[in-house]
């Protein structure tokens, strides 16, 4: 009797060998399926052909397992196949962890961005004129922030509000950061301004809504400047990632990634700040990440615990905007600081993470 029931577990180890075999050599080309679905921009997943594969299945079944355990089993083997290769998708991508382990450090005239210590992006919303830049520019420099954001090209929900002032207002912000010693970071919205903008700033920075203008996107990627990319109204984080690939492939690895909050049905806040996506893209990219949390909130009220969350969940920094009087602000009033209210938010943050130590 110990010998028949020895020999039948010989018989099934023999099989689990197969079986393993078998699964792995499926694996393999579920593997190639996927690089040829990728090349011809296929979704991955497809349950017609997965129905289609079931009922194959359970035509043939002839026992003795019930046919909805032959599903159940072949669905737990199609949904890993899927997720294989996700996960060498995951793995192909230039921005991914699993490419580049280490992290990006980015320089901006001489500013570290993402070696641990905290960078800060701070400026009015649109370049209004000399004056009101160079208010905020005092502020920004006595604060200790290097990096000066300000919009000359505003896309606009309404098109009859404000839309900038275009390259004069790229030149504005060039002048007054020479004079405070800053680096630009301002937003372009069009392919064929981006080399005439590489004049003025130091960091392009694509908006929200053009998250996914591949052709701008393709653009920053050929110019030999530091991008900030910020995440789509209502992107997932994969579209957020993938756009970055765009950037990166085009050879121009310096990215910085910005959540700026999604629409949800949430009316509280002007957006939902996703903070948890901050560790996530730490996790899967080896890009650093800031939080705009102006644009994610829209309430002056709250933008200091929202940055004192960022910077506690991992945040390479933090944006907001400033304007030296945001009642007449021509863009955005409700939600920018004035300069007083924008000294308390500097101390407080600076109290809660100073800057200048690892923050890892």
Same mark, same amino acid.
């Given at each position: ?6 020999q ?20 393999? +080309? ?14 991955? $997943? ?13 035509e ?9 355990? +032959? ?16 996960d ?16 990006? +450090? ?23 004129? $000399? ?5 905020? #520019? ?22 009859? !509000? ?8 790229l ?6 950061? !020479?004079?405070?010693?800053?680096? *630009? ?13 590489l ?7 694509i ?10 996107l ?19 984080i ?9 950037? =990166? ?5 310096? =990215? ?11 009316? #509280?806040?002007?957006?939902t700040?996703?903070?948890? #996506? *901050? ?13 705009? *949390? ?30 030296? !009087? ?23 943050? !600076? #109290? ?9």
């Amino acid at each position: 009797m110990s010998n028949h029931l020895e020999q039948l577990r010989q018989q099934l180890d023999s099989v689990n060998t197969e079986l393993l075999e078998l699964i792995n050599q499926r694996a393999g +080309i579920v593997q190639q399926i996927g690089k040829v679905k990728e090349k011809q921009s296929i979704n991955r $997943y497809d349950p017609v052909r997965e129905r289609k594969m079931l009922d194959e299945l359970t035509e043939k079944n002839n026992g003795p397992f019930e046919n909805s355990t +032959i599903e159940h089993i072949f669905k737990e083997i199609f949904k890993a196949s899927l997720e294989l290769q996700e996960d060498d998708h995951r793995k192909a991508l230039l921005v991914s962890r699993k490419m580049k382990p280490e992290d990006t +450090i980015i320089d901006i005239k001489g500013e570290k961005v993402g070696n641990g210590d905290l960078q800060h992006v701070m400026g009015p919303c649109s370049v209004e004129s $000399y004056d009101q830049v160079a208010q905020v #520019a005092e502020a920004v420099k006595r604060n200790g922030v290097k990096l000066l954001r300000g919009g000359a090209f505003k896309p606009r929900t309404s098109p009859y !509000d404000f839309q900038g002032l275009g390259v004069e207002g790229l030149q504005i912000l060039k002048q007054v950061a !020479d004079e405070y010693d800053l680096a *630009v970071v301002s937003e372009i919205v069009n392919p064929v301004h981006v080399e005439k903008a590489l004049d003025y700033v130091d960091v392009i920075q694509i908006g929200a809504r053009n998250m996914q203008n591949f052709e701008l996107l393709k653009a920053a990627g050929e110019a030999n400047k530091p991008v900030l990319l910020k995440r789509g109204l209502s992107a997932t984080i994969s579209e957020f990632v993938n756009a970055a690939e765009y950037i =990166i492939s085009q050879g121009n690895g310096d =990215i910085i990634l910005c959540e700026r909050g999604i629409r949800t049905y949430e009316k #509280a806040t002007r957006n939902t700040l996703d903070i948890s #996506a *901050v560790p996530i893209l730490k996790q899967e990219t080896h890009l650093p990440v800031m939080v705009d *949390v102006t644009h994610s909130t829209g309430r002056r009220d709250i933008l200091l615990p929202a940055a004192k969350a960022a910077v506690a969940i991992g945040a390479d920094g933090v944006m907001a905007e400033v304007h030296p !009087d945001p009642a007449v602000a021509l863009s955005d009033a409700a939600q920018q600081m004035n300069i007083p209210t924008f000294d308390h938010f500097m101390n407080e943050l !600076d #109290a809660f993470a100073p800057r200048g130590t690892m923050q890892k």
